[in-house]
């Protein structure tokens, strides 16, 4: 087979990298190593003429010397038609991106952190400008999750997005479930693998699963979703115990993103939370630092995607499919998909998301226990699903699984419970998704 013919004619596209560590690196790299196939696909060559680092004397394998350079402002002032963005944070990289749109280039960014905190300025700029903003790597790695919400479903309406989006959770869940081990061990293997940075925080805290969260919740239902509008909950309470207790069940406990439409269709609920997920979900078989997500639409029904969410090589592929995208688009010369808000939907707390409770409760062990402990979910319009008596004497534990109900309705129901004197302790509080219904 022959090498793609290119015309020499076609001025070449100048493309200005931003940030050279592991995504970036390998983000230079396939660009020179398959530039002849990126040339016919785009209709254009693609020229990297620079890549922006805080350290120029540090090398960078696959990445000519010449190309370093400590100054991004002027990288982006020599006539780029393209910038890539992977070096995170919100500044500098919030003042870049702003100085690329508004300088006329199309911007390729991996940021979910900024993505989820300011979307709105970059979007904005994006469109003043009649620039791309192109952002699939922010969410899920390579798995192409972003554009088909944004271009293959938009014909659909979502109600709901449920996934797992983090994978060093997901590897110390599965750990966890897998060994038995308790968390405290299985962040430091993750830690020692590279799974897990020296500082967690924003994976095992669900501020990382939070931001993707916000970006999936703005595509699937046409609103502005900020990270501020997320309810968060992370991993780190999670225990040996609890995660017994789910097997014991037929459970797995998995961290996940939902984002789904309120009942009224007037909001929506963002949020990320440990769950108990049925060991017959697809979602309960995603193991390791995999991902998976599904979207649950009215005519489509549930589609699922899954594969690797993080990583050099993955997280590459999915920033080059955007700098194709947004390439031909410049060679055609007009902007592709913008920002799409015009639902524009009230973000809502969590207290009016609909799902399930496990709750396992420490009681006395006395005649007429479980009858008050079923009247305290009643009042609260909380219909019990499953009851499970376990022990005798100071070793008496109930374990609840409930119907769906709201947040609020569940909620103010463990109120109720830690009141009551035949209650000892709740020992353990999660909620339950996956199950038929919901």
Known sequence: MSAPSIDATVPALRIALLGAGTVGTEVARLLVANAEDFAARVGAPLELVGVAVRDISKAREGIAADLLTTDADALLDSNIDLVIEVMGGIEPARTLILKALNNGASVVTANKALLAADGATLFEAA???????????????????????????????????????NGTTNYMLTKMDETGADYAEVLAEAQALGYAEADPTADVEGLDAAAKAAILASLAFHTRVTIDDVYVEGISKVTAADIKAAQDMGFVVKLLAVAELTPDEQGVVVRVHPAMVPRSHPLASVRLSFNAVFVEADAAGAVMFYGRGAGGAPTASAVLGDVVAVARNKVRGHAGYGESVYADLEPRAISAATTRYAINLQVADQPGVLAAIAQVFATNNVSIQVVRQDGSGDEAFLLVRTHLATDAALSNTLEALRAMPAVRQVVGVMRVEGEVGH
Do not use: M, T
């Open 127 to 165: 469109e003043k400008n009649n620039v791309d903003l192109y952002y699939e790597a922010s969410v899920a790695g390579a798995i192409p999750l972003l554009r088909p919400l944004r271009e293959s479903l938009v014909g659909d309406k979502v109600r709901r997005v449920l996934g797992i989006v």
